[in-house]
């Protein structure tokens, strides 16, 4: 039998799943007993017998990532909710093939196609609004002052990055996948805050799109370059300093997103201070990156699914990357490990980007700044 201890820990995500899909999958409902005579007859032993009473609650969070509880509503689709939501948790957490979670979960392998692609677009269109949004004024102070207590950087509200996840090459323009790390990906931007939280993101670029190219072309440059949090503003070295998110060289300089300076031959201590201290801030979205495709070992084998679904299924790892940083879920070292996230900055320093002097301002207050403290 499922184990107390499991009971009591039972994540959030699969009980809100299970709400949403009474609505959003109903079909009338038939017992498994009285399906067709052409339905092919699977095994749910494994499924039925050995995860559901069976699994300790450490094999269901090494599995699952996070749990998942039975439902006690009364479904009404041959196959319950809750086994979608397991088959598609297993599919996202794991990197086996379609033909062996189907057969662990007593399913075919075009139901469990058919499941992937709902469930996440479910997640997608209920749960992601409400768990991956950016911060109000008031967060965003709070912010502000973790990134300082912690790492040092004064005005701080997160860092962002892209990342590129593996697709299997798309029969169509196919060589705007291929990026320069020499393998076909979509692109992902993220706006990650001081608790490793997705704030914001950018999904579907092909994989040689610039990080600076999909930037300029997300909402999070649209929602900073019309002034956002205009009643936070910090006096740094007679400078009024806004909420600054933290990029890489890959960046343009703005006056609300800060690059590191280009290292050579005229870089003074300063500005190497500067850089350090901009780094130490700006490895949440690093780790984020790694926690992420650690607990959702699916983004890091080549995704298969059709082009146009892949941004629901990297959109839905996030949502429950976040659901299970909030609901404070355990994270295994052998995932970050098994994630092995390689660094995926761009490090030329591109001309073309278009420079804000006001950004150079500001980053020259913040490094005097830095320069001051013992």
């Known amino acids: ?17 299970l709400y949403i899909f009474q609505f959003y999958l109903s079909l009338p409902y038939f017992c498994c007993a009285y399906r067709t005579v052409w339905t092919r007859e699977r095994s749910e032993h494994w499924w039925l017998y050995i995860a559901r009473k069976t699994f300790n609650p450490q094999q269901w969070i090494e599995n699952f990532r996070p749990y998942i509880s039975k439902a006690e509503t009364r479904m009404r689709r041959p196959i319950p909710v809750e086994q979608k939501v397991g088959a598609v948790l297993w599919f996202l957490g794991t990197t086996s093939d379609y033909r062996a979670i189907a057969h662990l979960f007593g399913i075919s392998r075009a139901s469990l196609c058919i499941f992937v692609k709902d469930v996440c677009e479910a997640i997608c269109n209920h749960l992601t609004p409400q768990f991956v949004k950016l911060p109000t004024d008031r967060e965003a102070t709070n912010i502000m002052e973790s990134f300082k207590e912690k790492w040092g ?3 701080c509200i997160g860092a962002v990055d892209g990342s590129h996840i593996p697709i299997v090459a798309p029969q169509e323009k196919r060589v705007d996948y291929f990026n320069r790390k020499g393998w076909y990906s979509i692109n992902m931007q993220a ?3 001081d608790r490793y ?3 914001d993101l950018c999904i579907g670029w092909p994989g040689s799109t610039p990080d600076a190219h999909v930037l300029v072309n997300s909402q999070l440059y649209q929602f900073w370059e019309n002034g956002v949090f205009p009643h936070i503003q910090t006096e740094i070295d007679g400078v009024m300093v806004p909420p600054v998110i933290l990029g890489d060289p890959a960046y343009p300089l703005l006056p609300w997103l800060m690059k590191p300076y280009p290292e050579n031959a005229g870089t003074t201590e300063a500005q190497k201070k500067y850089n350090l201290i901009h780094s130490r801030n700006r490895m949440v979205v690093e780790n984020a990156f790694g926690r992420l495709k650690g607990r959702w070992r699916r983004l890091l084998k ?4 059709k082009i146009s679904n892949v941004p629901n299924v990297i959109a839905a790892c996030c949502t429950l990357h976040n659901i299970c940083e909030t609901q404070g879920e355990d994270f295994l070292d052998q995932w970050a490990n098994e994630a092995n996230q390689p660094p995926t900055n761009n490090l030329v320093d591109g001309d073309d980007n278009p420079d804000i002097n006001n950004g150079h301002d500001v980053r020259n207050a913040i490094c005097r ?4 403290q013992n």
């Not at 080549?302 to 699914?305: S, V």
Request: no cysteine; proline share 3%; charged share 15%.
């Open 369 to 372: 700044y830095f320069a001051s």
């Open 302 to 305: 080549r995704i298969d699914n």
């Open 153 to 155: 950087y004064p005005t």
């Open 191 to 193: 706006l990650v805050d």
């Open 197 to 199: 939280m997705f704030r």
């Open 1 to 17: 039998m499922i184990t107390e201890a499991y009971q009591l820990l039972l994540s959030s995500v699969v009980h809100v799943l």
